[in-house]
DNA sequence: TTTAGCACTCGGCTTATTAGAGTGCTAATA
DNA sequence: TATTAGCACTCTAATAAGCCGAGTGCTAAA
């Protein structure tokens, strides 16, 4: 399809204003704000035919046209001009990846409370994704008598513990020594390449050399250490700004779409799956999930050493600001990378 | 001030009811629904009588009489039946605590999951407060060169842990050394003991015998220590099941209780605060908070060993079962207890 | 002291009315 | 042929009017 000349700006007045007023557009009202030259009842003509193809629709007989999901799409491929972020917003942004370094999770939720901050819309960051991390550091250590803590730093930067009991004869020693000889099979493998082959034969092993009390630990533990790379962690924010939207004044579309917030499977699902890098963007209906039929979801990747492990993202009413938002998030999306990979490259 | 005979029974009857129904009750409604003997004309001179004294009102004329906020008070402290759980609830709860034992964490946001859940209403944890908490384990791991994780487990069973960057030249053996030299020094203090002076003599030590390039690191992770004991985590659960109270139809109600729930200072004051141990109940206009108004909070504390280290409660329109929320909340906080106990003791 | 009866009040629901925005169509115009 | 002015028509949202019902307070009788 192809959308050209005083149609393709007629379309784009139409996007422009319902996004900026949340109102359907009459044709007067784009005759009167956009100077084209041309009288409201041309506008009318080609608003026809724009419905006919399917890009605008009339909420009822007597409104004027908004979008359709078919016409952001059209709209965001292309007719949007790429939005350029001040460059106060840049350093703002640069400036807040600065400020201190912590772990990679407290990274990630900064950079979900910025998005949200910035957009106005709910943010989500998911990650990072560990099945191709590998295995940094195992140790186990003594707590006090009967009580260990497992401790395993994967090479993303993601410290994961679990604090279990172990018979109390248990000393120190013991712990150090099966420390060692967990980090001597497993340091460096992949979170992936886990697998209970592996597992089985480190068990073999460490039957074979020590204190047979401690075996269902090791069990236990390598158990732990599967569940590492399972799933994504989810960090969300600025669900309250969507509460700012009149397309959410009804608490029945809020109910909703909390639900869906608060599940972190459906988020999960929601701002998972998409390309293998960059942006992804869907709109309305092209979400399956009916409760944000009139939301969108854009997400972007953020990775390390030029490898994706992650993404961020928000969902926003269908009506939002595309071309802002998405250059927030790939903004942010690069400081992120670059900040990660100064923290764990 | 005393409510006795067919007056209490009046005003009980209209609190049950309307805490049942939400609508304003009315004489007819008592005289049929509750059968005292006696003629709607009676229960309006009494109910006459109950307003006056400020335990009842009128939202407007020609409505029914709801429960003042003194009505709930006066009702909970000298009206209220204790609600007695089934035994199957009381199974249920017990068996919830059972199994899988994890982290303290972990079995506080359970906890208030099983809240959440149990009484239909918001439901938060705060805790464990670390203040009179002692240091069980202190140990820096190596991660690789230039970084370094710092582990630190409490009585309690809190682990926190922080990554941090080292000078390159560190090696394994250097935080070992320095591990054993901290845990000497820090091992059993009671976070809330971690002062300057402390910090300070710790330094000098370290200077005298380490590396000079660790010092700067050890200033940090001293730094996080006394992070440690400063604020109570939160946790929340259940905000949506105040959409279905009718009294939450408003949004700009949800907005203001939203906006609260997801500020944690604020959350925390209104939580937090509180008699040294056992039930606290705000009602209404009780709170500072304008946004919850129209909403109680009960809370109820939880130890192990005899020491209050946290509470859990819950957040509910006024109009709340209350008899029922504080068996739930007793129940669930005397097992809480006996579950950490058996974790941490 | 209790109660039956009655006039009165007031919110909420339903219905009717109106104003306004916007459309599509037609016929005139450039 | 493309554009535009004019007009009748449609539909929503907002306002007003009217009615219903629940509930009250008061009075007078039991």
Redo the contacts between chains.
Sequence with gaps: MRVEGRKRKILEAIILDYIATGEPVGSRTIARRYNLGVSPATIRNEMADLEELGLIEQPHTSAGRIPSDLGYRYYIDCIMERYELSSAEKEYIRQRFEQKM??IEQVLADATGLIAELTSYAAVALGPYQGRAHI??V?L????PGKA?L?V?TSN?L?E???FSVPRGVIRAELNYLSRLLNERLQGIVLEDIKPSLLNSIYQELLATEHKQLCSLVIELLEELGNLKREARIFLDG??NL?EQPEF???ER??GL??IL?KSDALRELFAEGPPAGLRIKIGRENKNEEINNCSILTVTYEINGEVIGNVGVLGPTRMNYSRTISVLEYVARELSQALEKLCG
Tied chains: 1, 2.
Excluded: A, D, P
């Excluded at 250590?141 to 006090?144: H, N």
């Design positions: 912590g772990e940094q550091q140790q250590l003594y707590v006090s803590l401790v730093v930067g410290v513990h679990h604090l669900t309250l509460f004044r009804n608490i809020v109910k909390l639900c608060e």
